[in-house]
């Protein structure tokens, strides 16, 4: 199932965003795979952060001039917040770029997978949680709930996702609802253990 996963994510072109007036951050989607049970991993930011405190994101970051790339910046920034090692990580694609809508970054996600059972250590000054959501919960379009709004003259679409009373919503939501969107071949193959159980 994870070649099928690289195979989409590897057969289409990357939305590249090029802004000088926004930040380069980068994020890691981590999955694992349990007996064919895929699950993916998030994070509960804590209220001593600048930006978007409190909220349900992927674990990474801003881009340091030391990075080469940009999945060297998620790579990192998930070792700094999560511990999960960079050797640990096989990065199956990557998706399209996003910008946040009021703290000015572009975010580019990175898809990769890591061993179950992993041992996370969390930076308790930057993470309150780690949250592991079953992948076909998310495929299960009841579990989403969408909104449109106005932003600065322009409509934004904005989706949410609630597992057990955490809210994934903003950048994060609209993060995953691309990914959920690029499965969709495969959501069937996906969706069967949790509509099974």
Not at 136 to 161: C, K, M, P, T
């Amino acid at each position: 199932m994870i070649e099928a996963i690289r195979t989409l994510l590897s057969s289409r072109t990357k939305n590249i965003l090029h802004d000088p007036s926004y930040k380069k951050s980068a994020v890691l989607i981590p999955v694992y795979d349990f007996n064919g049970d895929y699950h993916m991993i998030f994070t509960q930011r804590t209220e001593k952060l600048a930006h978007h405190k409190g909220q349900i994101s992927f674990p990474g970051g801003r881009k340091d001039e030391a990075d080469a790339t940009l999945q060297e910046t998620a790579l990192r920034e998930s070792y700094e917040e999560i511990g999960i090692t960079p050797e640990d990580v096989s990065v199956i694609g990557e998706l399209d770029d996003f910008k946040t809508l009021s703290s000015g970054y572009i975010i580019s996600p990175f898809v990769g997978l890591i061993p179950y059972p992993y041992y996370f250590k969390a930076n308790l000054d930057e993470i309150d949680r780690i949250i592991e959501v079953p992948l076909a919960f998310l495929l299960d379009q009841s579990n989403e709930r969408q909104e449109v709004r106005e932003w600065n003259g322009e409509i934004v679409e904005h989706y949410y996702y609630d597992y057990n009373g955490d809210i994934i919503w903003g950048a994060t939501g609209r993060i995953l609802k691309h990914f959920l969107e690029i499965l969709g071949p495969i959501r069937s193959k996906l969706s069967s253990f949790y509509q099974a159980s």
